[in-house]
Each structure stands twice: as C-alpha cells, then as structure tokens.
C-alpha cells in the first residue's frame, strides 16, 4: 500500500491507496465525515483483495492529505438555516472529486461503496455518473430528509463539543464518541479506535474539515428524487443500533432506489467492528458477483 497524490480537477487533489493486485476488479470505498481513508481498516481492505478486488480507498477533500479549502466553516445554527458561505460545496462537488479519482487513474467503471457521508456520495456518483458505476453499496447512509435517518439527540450533543486541540484529546474524543455511536451488539475495540484517532491527528491536524463536510451534507438537502435516477444494481446495508444515522435512513434508501436490497446487520451500529466484518464482506463480495455488470 503506498500512499499517492492525484489531481482531479478544479483545484483539488485527492490522497488515495490501491490495494490488490492492478486489473482485478476495481472496487472504490469512498470514507464518511471527517473521516480519512484508513477509516476503512487494512485488515477490512486486504480480505477484499483477497477475494479478487482492487481496493482503492482515499481521502475525501477537506481530511487527510487531500486538499482543504480555506474558508470558515458556517456553524450550525447557520447551516439548519440554509445560510451557507459561497465558497461551501455540496455532495455533488465530493462526488466530481470521486469521479475526478477515476478518471486519474484510467478507471471507466467501478464498484462503489460508501460508509455514512461516503455512502451519500457514492449514491450520487450512481445518480448523476451512472455511467461510471458498475454496483453500488450504501453502508449507514440516508437520504437527505430531514424526517428520516436523525441522529439521537445523545448524538447530537456529542457532535457540538468543541474540536480537539491536541493529539490526545482527539484520541479521547473519539474514544467517547464511539463507545456512544458504535456497535454495542459486538465488542468495542478501543485499541483500535485509539489507533485510529492517532493516526488520523497525525495525517491532519487541521481543524474546519468536519464542519464544512457537514455544510456540504446539508446544503445537498432532500436526495431522493436523485436517488430515483440510480440504475446500478444496489445493496444497502444497516445496522439495526445506529445512533447517528436512525436505522429508517437506510430503508428510505432502499425504498428509493429501484430494486435495491436493504440488509440489517443485527447489533451494529455506526461503524464497522470487527465481529461484523465476515457479514458486510460477504453481502459485499455477493452483491458484486451476482449483479454480473460487464465492465465494458
């Protein structure tokens, strides 16, 4: 796995990794807010490979090495109140990016699968470039509607603490933040988390990322009548103890989606623990083989 730099137009470029071997199929896993593209464990990636993917995973704009635009992030407050800078992009920006990835590295179309935000984005890669995509996964995502897929307001609470300043505290931010939202069915591995946070300080320590990450979520609005347009074979898949993204956020996609599949993963929650990975690889990994999409 080595770490590279790809322009993709408009001023942004992305840190990504492919991992597997080059030819095989391609599979885009595409990271959720604020987070960076080790979010999609190693581990996780190399079983992928395993099974005759190539894995690419990256950074998303404003996380990781990629590019962070400069300006102010608008508060909440603001964002509820459809007030956003001119600057803000939107989904639609993030799935150019994604797009933008693939024409970099020569892919023409691709499997995607996303994880909360990345799921948003990839369900509008499949919308608005469905050209580009052969199948699509949705893992913990939602549409849009502001009436479907709320967070808790536990959740809520927790996402209005101010930003860590230092290494430390956002490894102990993350640590509280995924004992609340992660899967409390399976095992809480907080090594991992820790691991993860420290790394992810290390990438970037920047802060505003998450924030205008957000803006773009909600500048984007109600997606469902984009969603209506996908034609790629889909799998959404859910956990049924989502504290971040309600469980009714991934059977409105489902429901908006023709022939899309909706999966609940018994115990999950808002991430991917360890116990579940047997199950989410293999509705993956059959989701893929089943749709039989030529790639050309």
């Known amino acids: 796995m080595t770490e590279q730099i790809a322009d993709v137009g408009r001023g942004i470029s992305l840190a990504y990794e492919r991992i597997g071997d080059t030819g095989a199929e391609p599979l885009v896993l595409v990271a959720g807010l604020g987070q960076q593209l080790h979010s ?16 690419i995973r990256f ?18 407050p603001v964002m509820f109140a459809g007030r956003f800078p001119p600057a803000q992009y939107d989904l639609k920006d993030m799935a150019a990016d994604t797009v933008g990835l693939l024409d970099a590295l020569g892919l023409d179309r691709v499997h995607i699968a996303g994880v909360s935000m990345g799921g948003m984005i990839s369900q509008t890669v499949a919308a608005l470039h469905p050209a580009r ?18 967070p808790a307001l536990s959740t809520l609470r927790l996402m209005g603490a101010k930003p860590p300043k230092s ?34 300080w290390d990438r970037d320590p920047t802060a505003g990322g998450v924030g205008r990450q957000l803006g773009a979520i909600l500048k984007s609005g109600n997606r469902t009548a984009w969603l209506r347009k996908i034609t790629a074979p889909t799998l959404v898949i859910h956990g049924d103890r989502d504290r971040m993204v309600h469980p009714t956020g991934g059977a409105a996609t489902a429901r908006a989606i023709r022939g899309a599949r909706l999966e609940t993963v018994r115990g999950m929650g808002h991430d991917l623990p360890e116990g579940a990975w047997p199950t989410i690889l293999d509705l993956i990994d059959e989701h893929v083989r089943s749709s039989d999409v030529p790639a050309t």
């Not at 430390?168 to 820790?194: L, Q």
Request: a positive charge.
């Open 40 to 55: 999609w464990p190693d581990a996780f990636c190399a079983e992928l490979a395993g099974r005759g993917y190539e894995v």
């Open 59 to 76: 950074d998303n704009r404003d996380t990781g090495r990629s590019t962070h635009p400069r300006f102010r992030p608008p508060s909440l």
């Open 133 to 150: 995509v052969r199948t699509l996964t949705s893992i913990m995502s939602t549409t849009g509607s502001r009436f479907i897929g709320r």
């Open 167 to 200: 290494r430390e505290e956002a490894i102990e931010s993350a640590v509280r933040i995924f004992r609340h939202i992660g899967s409390h069915g399976f095992p809480f591995d907080e090594a991992f988390v820790r691991e993860l946070a420290g790394t992810g």
